[in-house]
């Protein structure tokens, strides 16, 4: 049985059943945690891993490797980030959302449950032309509960997107997404103000 590799974590609070710094393969470097981190029970998270400070997880979340977290991060309950993923700070995810490989997360984002990313176009087809095609989150986004977003697509800063729609292309700047195929329409003036979560108050000016 291999060893787990973490440094770091001053402060740091893993409940019983987790793994942190799992050492995947030969050569891996070990995960970094952040001061204040609480790990709950049944989380994995890989070696190869950076996360800032006061991260916290729910119960049986999975972080792959060459995953880079910021500070101030959630992580709900029976999320996936399946590796090679950017996430800024002041982020919260919420339970049972899949994050693949090649995404961008930036900070002051909002994840609802059950939020579902992808990165290939055509599964298991035309393999030998096969690039993984992460989304990118632009600072300020919200998804709502259910949403989809396909691959490639880039949500702009401060996009509000509708629970349950599907994303299927780029979206710009300050805009709302309703529906499926998700539509465009105007920002109403009452979701414009900044992401602020209370926990965020103390450490951020809106």
């Known amino acids: 049985m291999r060893e787990m590799l973490v440094e770091g974590g001053h402060d740091r609070e893993v409940q019983p059943g987790c793994i942190v710094g799992m050492n995947y393969r030969d050569g891996c470097h070990p995960a970094r945690l952040g001061k ?3 790990i709950r029970a049944g989380t994995i998270i890989y070696a190869d891993v950076e996360i800032g400070d006061y991260f916290q997880t729910g119960h049986h979340v999975t972080i792959r490797e060459k ?7 959630v992580v709900g309950t029976n999320t996936v980030i399946d590796g090679q993923v950017v996430i ?9 959302c899949y994050i693949p490989t090649h995404v961008t997360i930036g ?6 449950p059950n939020v579902t990313m992808a990165n290939d176009r055509y599964p298991l087809k035309m393999r030998d032309r096969y690039v ?3 989304p990118t989150l632009e600072d300020g986004v919200t998804l709502g509960a259910g949403v989809v977003v396909c691959p ?4 702009g800063r ?6 349950g729609s599907v994303v299927t292309k780029d979206v710009p700047p ?3 997404v309703l529906g499926v195929p998700g539509r465009f329409a105007p920002l109403p003036a009452q979701l414009r103000e900044r992401n602020m979560a209370l926990s965020w108050i103390q450490h951020l000016k809106s």
């Open 36 to 38: 204040s981190a609480r």
């Open 67 to 73: 995953t880079r977290i910021g500070n101030h991060v």
């Open 88 to 96: 800024g700070d002041f982020v919260k995810i919420e339970s049972n």
């Open 107 to 112: 900070s002051r984002v909002f994840l609802g």
């Open 132 to 134: 993984a095609e992460g």
């Open 152 to 155: 490639g697509v880039r949500i």
């Open 158 to 163: 401060d996009v509000f997107v509708a629970a």
């Open 174 to 176: 300050e805009t709302m």
